[in-house]
């Protein structure tokens, strides 16, 4: 409010002089014409500031307006990329994961299923079907697990969000 | 009389004004915190400057962008210029515009209406 009082000074000025010879009983009308006059320059120029302030403030309302859309869209495309490269990390974490998980199978098919089959049976067939059947296993749970990293990733942000809020 | 130098910022434009050559440049952004604050000591500076301006004066504008409260300072300022104007003094406005930027350009006419002098409203490349 202040700095409006200071930056339409002059006219404030000019708006105090005038009323103070409204309400003076002492103004000939010789007074009155020049003030009237002098009033109608000012408020011209008023007019002319008020159009070309508002032509401006409509002008710097449009800029804003096209930056929030562009940043808008911007963000979107942010969000995207940041969602794909958190899918190819968690992808590769589900990877490795995966690539344990094969090791330790490993281990225990020949450690503990091996000798089980085994005792059943000498078919080599068979024991080859039990590992190929856990390593066709092993695409499904690199999915499992890579759902259930992304689900928990979800979640971390979503806290994350939250806690910003 | 001595020069006027403000050195821009980003918020607050390049001031250069010459008083023996009587080149006075006005350059960039314009959105001050308190464009009353800023702009007083330049109009004062430009009220004593044409008391006794040089031979020609020429404001050469060239604003990227300036808020609501710069646009009535400068106004303010380009009044004051226009006295030399209306004193039968030599005074030419530069408005320079980028390349595209038709809302600097339509500023400039507009400015021109109000003030009353016709402006040299210039374009030039973008940077």
Redesign the interface.
């Given at each position: 409010m202040a700095e409006k009082k200071q930056l339409f000074a002059t006219e404030i000025q000019v708006l105090e002089k005038y009323q103070a010879l409204s309400n003076s009983s002492e103004a000939s009308k010789e007074d009155v014409d020049v003030a009237l006059k002098d009033l109608c320059e000012h408020y011209e120029d008023l007019l002319d500031q008020s159009k070309l302030i508002t032509k401006v403030s409509d002008k710097l309302q449009n800029k804003l307006n096209t930056l929030n859309e562009a940043l808008g869209q911007k963000n979107t495309e942010l969000q995207l990329t940041i969602d794909e490269l958190t899918k190819a990390r968690l992808s590769r974490k589900a990877a490795t994961y995966t690539l344990l998980l094969a090791v330790l199978l490993f281990f225990i098919s020949e450690g503990v299923l091996d000798p089980i089959v085994e005792a059943f049976t000498n078919n080599i067939w068979v024991t080859m079907g039990v590992k190929a059947s856990l390593a066709l296993l092993l695409k499904p749970i690199e999915g499992v697990i890579e759902k259930y990293l992304i689900k928990m990733a979800m979640k971390k942000t979503a806290e994350v969000v939250l806690a910003a809020a | 009389m001595e020069k006027l130098y403000i050195d821009a910022k980003n918020n607050i434009p390049l001031i250069d004004f010459d008083p023996s050559s009587g080149i006075m440049l006005l350059k960039g952004r314009s959105t001050p915190e308190?464009?009353?604050e800023f702009y007083d000591p330049i109009n004062k500076w430009v009220l004593d400057y044409i008391q006794s301006p040089s031979n020609e004066t020429i404001v050469k504008i060239q604003f990227e962008y300036?808020?609501?409260?710069s646009?009535?300072?400068i106004?303010?300022l380009l009044k004051k210029f226009a006295d030399i104007h209306k004193k039968g003094g030599n005074l030419k406005i530069e408005w320079y515009y980028e390349e595209d930027d038709e809302?600097m350009k339509?500023?400039a006419e507009?400015?021109s209406?109000?003030v009353k002098v016709p402006f040299e409203i210039i374009e030039i490349p973008e940077e």
């Amino acid at each position: 409010m202040a700095e409006k009082k200071q930056l339409f000074a002059t006219e404030i000025q000019v708006l105090e002089k005038y009323q103070a010879l409204s309400n003076s009983s002492e103004a000939s009308k010789e007074d009155v014409d020049v003030a009237l006059k002098d009033l109608c320059e000012h408020y011209e120029d008023l007019l002319d500031q008020s159009k070309l302030i508002t032509k401006v403030s409509d002008k710097l309302q449009n800029k804003l307006n096209t930056l929030n859309e562009a940043l808008g869209q911007k963000n979107t495309e942010l969000q995207l990329t940041i969602d794909e490269l958190t899918k190819a990390r968690l992808s590769r974490k589900a990877a490795t994961y995966t690539l344990l998980l094969a090791v330790l199978l490993f281990f225990i098919s020949e450690g503990v299923l091996d000798p089980i089959v085994e005792a059943f049976t000498n078919n080599i067939w068979v024991t080859m079907g039990v590992k190929a059947s856990l390593a066709l296993l092993l695409k499904p749970i690199e999915g499992v697990i890579e759902k259930y990293l992304i689900k928990m990733a979800m979640k971390k942000t979503a806290e994350v969000v939250l806690a910003a809020a | 009389m001595e020069k006027l130098y403000i050195d821009a910022k980003n918020n607050i434009p390049l001031i250069d004004f010459d008083p023996s050559s009587g080149i006075m440049l006005l350059k960039g952004r314009s959105t001050p915190e308190n464009s009353v604050e800023f702009y007083d000591p330049i109009n004062k500076w430009v009220l004593d400057y044409i008391q006794s301006p040089s031979n020609e004066t020429i404001v050469k504008i060239q604003f990227e962008y300036f808020n609501t409260s710069s646009s009535k300072c400068i106004l303010d300022l380009l009044k004051k210029f226009a006295d030399i104007h209306k004193k039968g003094g030599n005074l030419k406005i530069e408005w320079y515009y980028e390349e595209d930027d038709e809302d600097m350009k339509e500023a400039a006419e507009d400015y021109s209406d109000i003030v009353k002098v016709p402006f040299e409203i210039i374009e030039i490349p973008e940077e």
